[in-house]
């Protein structure tokens, strides 16, 4: 299928429109789930979406690997290019590969300031600017603090790309508002834009979309992850 027609069919185009067109520059969206249910699954078939239309995306870790978290990417690649029925499989994965970068900071050492020196460093050097980062281990909500919520968009900002984060929820025992976001997420309801909830139901795990930039009426759109691809559909 030519590049431009599987864009078009691809479903996160559909989880675009429920989130009012997307993300967006500057923006900070959040991810939540029971670990192990397909957070980082669902922002990296977001990412090899954004990297199939000719867009850069910055991948941050601070719990896996390099080497696992290009596993990962061409997992998801791979089941896209065979659900889409994608042509000229080699060439995009390459291209693809080009426009990703992958950076993994130790979780004690990790500070904005690094993140921002590495990039810069990146920009300077490769002419590697983000249109999506990927915040993966950080921040964590439990403890972090508004400051760091706020200079992580900031830097977001500069760069000209959306932000996207996840956090984890538990079985029981954990305080949620009244949409079922933990309060420990809520507390930055004023710098989060978009929060979405993967919830398992049966055999395939549902997208609900808690918060929509500043729209009070969600639009309800049967969305959901594939447990087996962990790429998004819609019925």
């Not at 889409?84 to 390459?94: F, G, S, T």
């Not at 900031?154 to 538990?170: V, Y």
């Amino acid at each position: 299928m030519p590049l431009n027609k599987m864009i078009q069919r691809s479903p996160v185009r559909i989880f675009e429109k429920v989130i009012g067109g997307g993300l967006g520059s500057g923006n900070m969206g959040v991810v939540l789930s029971r670990r192990g249910v397909g957070k980082t699954g669902f922002l990296i078939g977001l990412a090899v979406d954004n990297l199939l239309q000719g867009k850069k995306v910055l991948y941050i870790s601070t719990k896996e690997s390099v080497e696992h978290i290009s596993s990962f990417f061409e997992e998801i690649f791979k089941s896209m290019s065979q659900t889409l029925e994608m042509d000229n499989v080699l060439q995009r994965q390459l291209e693809m590969e080009r426009h990703r970068q992958i950076m993994v900071f130790n979780r004690k050492l990790f500070s904005l300031e690094k993140l921002e020196e590495s990039v810069a460093f990146l920009t300077e050097t490769t002419g590697f600017k983000p249109d999506m980062v990927i915040l993966d281990g950080t921040p964590r909500y439990e403890s972090t603090e508004e400051w760091e919520i706020e200079g992580a968009k900031k830097l977001a900002a500069s760069w000209g790309a959306e932000l996207w984060t996840s956090s984890n929820t538990h079985r029981e025992g954990q305080e949620m508002d009244d949409r079922g976001v933990p309060t420990s997420v809520a507390r930055f309801e004023d710098h989060l834009n978009v929060i979405v909830a993967l919830c398992p139901e049966n055999e395939h795990i549902k997208v609900n979309t808690l918060k929509e930039h500043n729209n009070k009426d969600i639009a309800q759109i049967s969305l959901e992850l594939d447990p087996r691809t962990m790429l998004l559909r819609w019925r």
